[in-house]
């Protein structure tokens, strides 16, 4: 069936790196993908959201980029932080959301 | 201004129990949704709320239910309680049905024994 997933089910980064965690997903007819953070414990968070007629979008020290020609999206957060240390999700936005498997940024020191 | 308040956040059943949860929404938000998640399956969708009415249903048996209150606070309820039915399960509001972005309680984490 149509899905949602991510590419690496974790990633380690160095403090003050840049991190890209990756999406894919299977259905052209996708339009709208949202990114969100779920910290030990808590529930997930919004961090930013992409329409199809957008490429890029950017937030604070975060950049969302779509591909619609491979079905790709990517999330980048520029200079890590260990507070940017949780687990990332890439979701669909299909009258509910469609969630990713979710990769886990790991910041070291 | 509060956030998604979920009760209880922690609590323990035997197979063939029946749990009801609760979820109060951010003031104002009258789209109330409910996700499980557990680490084989990840966040999946239960169902959505606005306005007293069920908006859409996830690919759950009939075991799980929910209902909304003329308040937006929403309940869910799961029947006959399976082992596999230990997970998170987590509470999102929004001010508008279908949203993308939703605002997600601690959630309540249910281990059936």
């Known amino acids: 069936g149509e899905s949602v997933g991510l590419h690496l089910p974790t990633l380690s980064v160095q403090e003050g790196d840049n991190s890209i965690i990756n999406c894919a997903y299977s259905n052209s007819a996708s339009d709208y993908f949202i990114w969100y953070k779920q910290e030990s414990g808590k529930g997930p968070q919004f961090i930013i959201d992409?329409?199809?007629?957008?490429d890029k979008r950017q937030g604070q020290r975060v950049t969302v980029l779509l591909n619609k020609t491979v079905k790709h999206l990517s999330l980048q957060i520029a200079a890590t932080q260990p507070g940017d240390s949780a687990v990332y999700f890439c979701?669909?936005?299909?009258?509910?959301?469609?969630f990713g498997q979710g990769t886990e940024l790991s910041v070291k020191p | 201004k509060a956030g998604v308040t979920q009760t209880p956040r922690y609590l323990i059943k035997t197979r063939g129990q029946q749990v009801t949860l609760s979820c109060s929404p951010i003031s104002g938000h009258r789209s109330v949704s409910w996700y499980q998640q557990t680490p084989g399956q990840g966040l999946q969708f239960l169902f959505e709320?606005?306005?007293?009415?069920?908006?859409n249903k996830g690919n759950f048996p009939g075991r799980f239910s929910g209902r909304q209150f003329s308040n937006s606070r929403s309940e869910m309820n799961v029947s006959t309680l399976e082992l596999g039915d230990s997970a998170l399960y987590l509470c999102?509001?929004?001010?508008?049905?279908?949203?993308?972005?939703?605002?997600f309680g601690e959630g309540s984490r249910l281990t059936v024994l």
């Open positions: 999102a509001s929004s001010m508008r049905v279908e949203a993308g972005e939703l605002f």
């Open positions: 992409i329409r199809s007629n957008m």
């Open positions: 709320y606005f306005s007293e009415t069920q908006r």
């Open positions: 979701a669909e936005a299909r009258g509910e959301l469609i």
